[in-house]
């Protein structure tokens, strides 16, 4: 598709950067400028009655128009806060979504706007993926997950090499997942995550922090979960039966206080956990982000406004 074509789909503003890097705060600000909905690409904030530990936007849902939507201030946001933490979320399912969300938002003029620092939700929409539906079978994952990640990878290097050399070796679930539908379709995982024709015009633009400064928020970041009760938050969910094995309570902000709360470490040592673990994150994010060479990266906010200005002019 060429530049003339690509300008006559509706656009699509994409912020993305590593966590901690000032995405909610930038686009709450843009969102109110350029009369936005926000679609968030967060694997994370999905997830209900999970907030301290996801650093999840404070809102809350009311009426808008015939449905339901979470508010922060006036600003909708489309993928928060909705799912129930013992249920399971697909990238074909936030592609589906999300597609939805921009429509709508293009409906009613305003400008979509995808914040998120997940990068294959990200890439899903931008790059219009066609994503295999493969249901989860319980069965094979309870049979996989027993295995090493160590084990599990060598399978997946036996299956399908291509997946097995960029997927992150310490996401036992990623790992489980190509291989469930490696197994189940009997063809490689990452032959079926085509692209396929662009459904919008978007500007990607990613927020650029000094790693000094990002590790000094995160630190912060954590120490106000801490404080802001974070262990209660962890500890509600377990009376509520949500178990370590689900991928909402196996994600980094939770399943480093499992070793706590059981009385292997202290304190102390789940916050390191955390900590280091959020480090490495941000790390991979980045990684992720840094081979798509059509983002355009800042620095500083002002230069986020130019750029969508001159965006929405063409």
């Known amino acids: 598709m060429d530049k003339k074509e690509l300008r006559k789909l509706p656009k699509l503003v994409v912020l993305l950067g590593s966590t901690a890097s000032g995405k909610t705060e930038w686009s709450l600000k843009l969102a109110k400028i350029f009369n936005g909905d926000i679609i968030s690409a967060d694997s994370r904030q999905i997830f209900r009655k999970m907030n301290i530990g996801t650093a999840k936007v404070e809102g809350g849902w009311r009426r808008n128009g015939l449905r339901r939507s979470y508010f922060v201030g006036d600003i909708v946001h489309h993928l928060v806060d909705f799912l129930d933490p013992g249920k399971a979320f697909t990238v074909a399912e936030f592609r589906d979504k999300a ?5 709508l938002a293009v409906k009613q003029n305003k400008l979509p706007m995808m914040v998120g620092g997940t990068g294959l939700y990200i890439s899903s929409v931008v790059d219009n993926f066609s994503i295999p539906r493969v249901a989860p079978n319980n069965k094979l994952r ?23 050399d960029v997927i992150d070796r310490n996401n036992k679930r990623r790992i489980v997942r190509a291989l469930e539908v490696s197994i189940l379709t009997g063809e490689p995982f990452s032959g079926q995550k085509m692209k396929g024709e662009p459904m919008f015009d978007v500007l990607q633009i990613g927020i650029s922090v000094d790693r000094g400064v990002l590790h000094e928020r995160i630190e912060k970041r954590i120490d106000k979960m801490i404080e802001g009760g974070l262990l209660d938050e ?17 994600g980094i902000g939770y399943k480093q206080f499992k070793g706590f709360l059981e009385g292997e470490y202290d304190l102390e040592e789940a916050k390191r956990l955390l900590v280091r673990d959020t480090k490495r994150y ?11 060479k059509r983002i355009k990266w800042v620095r500083n906010y002002e230069e986020v406004e130019v750029l969508i200005r001159e965006f929405l002019k063409k």
């Open 99 to 103: 597609i939805k969300y921009v429509k």
């Open 142 to 164: 309870k049979s996989l997950s027993t295995k090493s990640n160590e084990d599990l990878m060598v399978l997946l290097t036996t299956l399908d090499p291509v997946a097995a």
């Open 234 to 250: 962890i500890k509600g969910l377990l009376k509520q039966k949500y178990h370590w094995d689900l991928p909402s309570m196996s």
């Open 282 to 292: 941000a790390k991979r994010q980045l990684t992720w982000f840094r081979r798509d």
